[in-house]
């Protein structure tokens, strides 16, 4: 039996003691603010088919005081019949999102919880494209980001019915696959979730060789622990689908993939008897999150660079977290009745 | 057709987890020759590594040890604090604790060393609480150790389970202590005991008898106190 990824984190808690303070804290806060965004974007104008979603922290529902408003603008913006792309927008659709965007600019791009500078948030971003343009030339490190995005941790805080349409597509997209068979993971999904964790680090990399270590040790924290809580949120239902037959899977991933990421990993720990190992894990990123809510745990990490982190307390502490949360997972994967999955399909 | 969870559970041994790493206590031949010690960890795991300032005298070598930024290629490194030849007055001892470098995972104690344990707390969630054998008279089961972790909220479970075995042969206490602590566990200590009480290579018998509690722990390094046979 699978259990539910929805309240599974608190079901972790119970059967393993755990209190998971900052995550539950955590998740009450984002609850809160949620109905702050709703409120303070009610009024901003936006064409009918644009949804306005927080990626992130929101998406996690891990919302802390400092956390940045990672928005964007999707826009439904299906082609009409024997269109082959979105490209062919009129001057004024285009006037119409781009005076959508500076609106909500306006009401989330203005304070110190401002989007990121790495372009990726605070724009508009086609739904057509994301789903349309999936592997090969066209598919951009920026569309692959959004895509991820959206269908493995958002949050709509304006027009949810936009987001919920084109979280749907994306996901039909994945699943029309003619090699999708009962009893085996989704392969283009699960391809392209693997490709976009091994993207991330690969460019972590890549950004630090170009001399881009601008707060090197903030990224490198989030890289070890909330990336890797997104990738496996996104990998761990894949992987049970080999419980499901093919009419069952899009309605099992949609329930999966509809919770929280913490709430998909805690369900996946219950459901593979591994309550031990899931509580450590949890128990580790649960102390992260608190961490990142403490002012002097991020001035510390903002004046580290990759030479002098390793003699930082409080780097080496979340280290410490990170690979416990990551042996936790390993465990998860590699020594309970999912391991004969993961050594068919996790690696070729 | 065998269920895959049969499979699992059945190629599961000590000698195959995953991380898995030596004490440097069960090498007394090399004691105080620190470099020598963790040469010889290597040859059991590069992944995890205890090294054991059992006895107070050799804390200071220790210390100077790490002092010079050795490269060790593990990713788990835990110090065991001393449990013998203490004279070292305690407020001086957990100063020197806490001043271990960053790379120190876990900093194991035992709890009948503890004279006040609050002092003990600024060591954080580096501190490693472990619980004790027949022959202490405090920190052995899972209720003794609760003032110590009320002291010390944030820190973490040495599970020895050897010694758990001494205090309740039939591993009930063990669970308890697992149920209790297991979301605070860091490490497990790995052996059996002899019939003094001293760590000696797990044997057959006993590898199956803890097989239930270690699997509870496959996701945490086992340090082996006394070398595989």
């Known amino acids: ?348 | 057709m065998v269920p895959p969870a049969v499979l699992v559970a059945d190629i599961h041994s000590v000698a195959q987890h995953h991380p898995l790493g030596a004490s440097t206590g069960a090498s007394p031949a090399l004691r105080g020759d620190w470099p020598a010690l963790v040469r010889d960890a290597l040859r059991t795991s590069t992944f995890a590594v205890e090294l054991a300032a059992l006895s107070e005298p050799e804390l200071p070598g220790l210390i100077d040890f790490l002092a010079s930024e050795p490269a060790l290629p593990f990713h788990f490194v835990s110090v065991h604090a001393p449990s013998k030849g203490r004279a070292m007055p305690e407020d001086e001892l957990v100063d020197r604790l806490a001043a271990l470098p960053p790379s120190v995972d876990a900093i194991v104690v035992h709890p009948d060393q503890m004279l006040e344990p609050a002092r003990y707390a600024r060591l954080g969630s580096r501190l490693a609480i472990e619980n004790m054998d027949a022959r202490k008279a405090v920190g052995t089961t899972a209720d003794d150790l609760e003032p110590f972790f009320d002291a010390c909220p944030e820190a973490v479970f040495c599970f020895d389970v050897a010694h758990a075995w001494s205090v309740d042969p039939e591993m009930d206490e063990a669970e308890r202590l697992l149920d209790r602590y297991a979301w605070r566990l860091r490490h497990v200590h790995v052996s059996s005991l002899d019939e003094d009480g001293h760590h000696r290579p797990l044997d057959d018998e006993q590898e199956g008898l803890f097989r239930p509690l270690l699997m509870r722990c496959r996701d945490v390094p086992w340090i082996l106190e006394a070398p595989l046979r």
């Open chain 1, 1 to 348: 039996v699978i259990e539910p990824a929805e309240g599974a984190l608190r079901r972790l808690a119970e059967r393993g003691g755990a209190p998971f303070a900052h995550l539950l804290a955590a998740r009450e806060r984002t609850a809160q603010e949620l109905v702050d965004l709703r409120a303070r974007t009610a009024a901003v104008p936006l064409p009918a088919d644009a949804a306005i979603v927080m990626f992130g922290s929101w998406g996690r529902h891990e919302v802390t005081r400092r956390s940045d408003h990672d928005w964007v603008l999707l826009v439904d913006d299906r082609p009409a019949a024997g269109d082959g792309d979105d490209d062919g927008a009129s001057a004024e659709r285009r006037e119409d999102v781009a005076r959508a965007v500076e609106a909500v600019g306006r009401v989330l791009g203005v304070d110190e919880r401002r989007p990121g500078a790495q372009q990726v948030f605070g724009d508009a971003v086609s739904g057509e494209r994301i789903v349309r343009r999936i592997g090969l030339d066209a598919d951009t490190n920026r569309n692959l980001t959004h895509r991820m995005l959206l269908v493995l941790e958002s949050q709509p805080v304006a027009h949810d019915a936009v987001h919920r349409a084109c979280w749907e597509r994306v996901l039909d997209r994945y699943l029309d696959d003619r090699s999708l068979r009962d009893h085996r993971p989704p392969r283009f999904f699960l391809n392209d979730v693997i490709r976009y964790w091994r993207t991330i680090c690969v460019d972590f990399a890549g950004k630090l060789q170009e001399g881009g270590g601008d707060k090197w040790a903030l990224r490198n924290a989030k890289l070890r622990t909330s990336r890797k809580v997104l990738f496996a949120g996104g990998l761990l239902p894949i992987l049970l689908c080999h419980n499901v037959t093919r009419s069952e899977v899009r309605a099992f991933l949609a329930e999966q993939l509809a919770a929280p990421p913490t709430d998909r990993l805690a369900a996946a720990f219950l459901t593979l008897g591994a309550v031990d190992p899931g509580v450590r894990a949890l128990t580790a990123y649960d102390r992260f999150v608190g961490m990142l809510d403490d002012d002097a745990v991020r001035r510390e990490l903002d004046g580290l660079d990759r030479v002098n982190a390793d003699r930082s307390r409080v780097y080496r502490e979340i280290r410490r977290q990170a690979e416990e949360l990551q042996q936790g997972l390993l465990a998860l994967l590699f020594e309970t009745p999912l391991l004969p999955y993961v050594r068919q399909y996790g690696i070729f």
